[in-house]
């Protein structure tokens, strides 16, 4: 009677019979090939992938870096002063188009906000950068200035004794004759309950002029040291890209050493400092 002999496993019978050391032969000389090799290379790509994805997600849609490179908000913002900015506030902005996903935020006056600059025709090399400013002007409101003093509605808003340095230029500088608040005479009002804008707007007595629909009027806190919507007009519903939260980073750049100030001359009470 044919059968298998004492001993002798069938080939096909499995991990205990004969072809068993061929199949691990086999996967040996699989795991010496090119495949599996390439796995952790793959994994590493992946995460890579994945991080980069994440973190653009979270630069676009929920917070973003700044750096203050100028003294226009001071004593607000100072430079040297590196921020986080909420851009989830104002709804975030999509890339490559000029629309907003939902905010949770209506910009309101007297936020402190970062936008994308209108055009700015004596910047030719960078004409449309990214700004921090305070909002004064809402759509509807009526805005003025005389001798340095705000008036939005007929209410006059003076800065308070915290911006006291912040004073006038002796010189005149870009008071008087600049081209550049000539763009307010397509918006200044020829009459109104608030009096008669000048024939020569300048940079402490303008107005009055009413912000359009869907823009806002910005302008720095150091406002004898502040290129804002005085000069370049009025900024879109869409250039505004978020609030900023607070100071995570700040050292000072004209104290110390060259090269050496971001560690030697850090400003530790700035850090963690909100803005306001």
């Known amino acids: 009677m044919a059968g298998t002999p004492q001993g002798k496993s069938p080939r096909a019978s499995g991990a205990a019979g004969s072809g068993a050391p061929r199949s691990t032969a086999g996967e040996q000389s699989a795991s010496a090939g090119g495949s599996p090799d390439r796995r952790p290379w793959l ?17 676009t849609f929920l917070v973003e870096a700044y750096r203050i490179p100028s003294g226009s908000m001071e004593p607000t913002l100072l430079v040297g002063d590196w ?35 209108p055009p700015q025709i004596d910047a030719p090399d960078d004409p449309t950068p990214i700004l921090v400013k305070r909002l004064w002007g809402t759509p509807g409101d009526t805005l003025f200035m005389r001798d ?44 109104s309950r608030f009096g008669t804008a000048p024939l020569d707007p300048s940079l402490d007595n303008w107005g ?47 104290a110390g050493l060259p090269y050496f100030r971001i560690f030697t ?4 009470s700035r850090l963690g400092h909100w803005i306001h």
């Open 83 to 117: 921020l986080f900015v909420n851009n989830l506030a104002y709804g975030p902005h999509i890339p490559l188009t000029n629309s907003h996903l939902p905010g949770y935020a209506v910009p309101a006056r007297r936020d402190v906000v970062v936008f994308v600059s």
């Open 148 to 191: 340095g003093v705000l008036h939005i509605n007929g209410d006059s808003l003076p800065q308070g004794p915290e911006f006291a340095g912040n004073t006038k230029p002796t010189d005149g500088t870009n008071l008087l004759n600049n081209p550049l608040f000539d763009w307010q005479r397509r918006y200044s009002l020829s009459a």
């Open 208 to 254: 009055p002029i009413v912000v359009p629909p869907d823009h806002y009027f910005m302008m720095g806190d150091n406002r004898y040291d502040s290129k804002d919507s005085r000069y370049w007009g009025f900024v879109p519903r869409e250039n505004l890209r978020g609030r900023p939260l607070f100071v995570y980073y700040s050292y000072d750049p004209e």
């Open 265 to 268: 001359n850090i400003r530790w």
């Open 43 to 59: 994994e590493a790509a992946k995460s890579i992938l994945a991080a980069v994805v994440v973190f653009l997600f979270v630069r």
